[in-house]
């Protein structure tokens, strides 16, 4: 079945800073990424996916690279911000999502 | 907009109780779907269910089941909770096309002492 590896587990970073968390997939057929944010307390929410037909999406300040021939996947966020300190969660789907470990995010003010 | 909801917020359980969380969604999402947190673990799937009365194993299905009578509700169940089953237990939903969003629960923190 799918596995889906992510890093780095912890990652801290001057606000106004860029941050990237990277992952790979081991199954070739999965063909959507999506990523979720999941605030201290809260339940998971998707912030921004990205479809196997397509290599770079953006949205404001988030943005997301698919490489399938790689296999890998990454997250960034330019000019961070305190409130984007949370744990980011990738996942593969080939119908099921299957998360990566998660990557707990902080940014000093 | 989606509601997932999930039964309790907080559980506390004995050894060998069997124990029930309960997971409603009110969006007509044909899809849901188990999952437990743990730290550095990640998401991992439990069971997923496609329709009313179908179930599929998903990676870590031992010493769970589920049930899924209506399309509004899909039920976890531990036969004999154990100690190592102390988790945060997330639900979640979606629409039966393949690739699209997955609306959360607010969780269940289960404690097994």
């Known amino acids: 079945g799918e596995n889906v590896e992510q890093h780095p587990s912890t990652l801290s970073v001057q606000e106004g800073d860029s941050a990237v968390i990277k992952c790979t997939y081991s199954?070739?057929?999965?063909?959507?990424f999506p990523w979720y944010k999941q605030e201290l307390g809260k339940r998971p929410q998707l912030i921004i996916d990205?479809?196997?037909?397509?290599g770079e999406k953006k949205d404001q300040r988030i943005a997301v690279t698919l490489n399938k021939t790689a296999k890998h996947f990454s997250l960034h966020i330019t000019e961070t911000q305190p409130e984007d300190s949370a744990v980011y969660f990738c996942?593969?789907?080939?119908?099921?999502?299957?998360f990566g470990q998660g990557t707990e995010l902080s940014v000093k003010p | 907009d989606v509601k997932v909801t999930q039964s309790s917020r907080y559980l506390v359980k004995r050894t060998g109780e069997k124990v029930f969380l309960e997971c409603v969604q009110d969006?007509?999402?044909?899809?849901m779907f188990w999952y437990r947190q743990d730290p550095g673990l990640g998401l991992r799937l439990i069971y997923f269910?496609?329709?009313?009365?179908?179930?599929e194993k998903g990676d870590i299905p031992e010493g769970y089941s589920v049930s899924r009578e209506k399309k509004e509700r899909f039920s976890l169940i531990l036969e004999s909770a154990s100690t190592n089953q102390t988790s945060m237990y997330l639900c979640?939903?979606?629409?039966?096309?393949?690739?699209?969003?997955?609306?959360f629960g607010q969780g269940t923190r289960l404690t097994v002492v």
């Open positions: 979640a939903s979606s629409l039966a096309e393949k690739n699209t969003e997955a609306f």
């Open positions: 990205i479809r196997s037909n397509v």
């Open positions: 969006m007509d999402h044909e899809n």
């Open positions: 996942a593969a789907s080939v119908g099921k999502l299957i």
């Open positions: 199954d070739s057929a999965s063909n959507y």
């Open positions: 269910s496609y329709d009313v009365k179908m179930k």
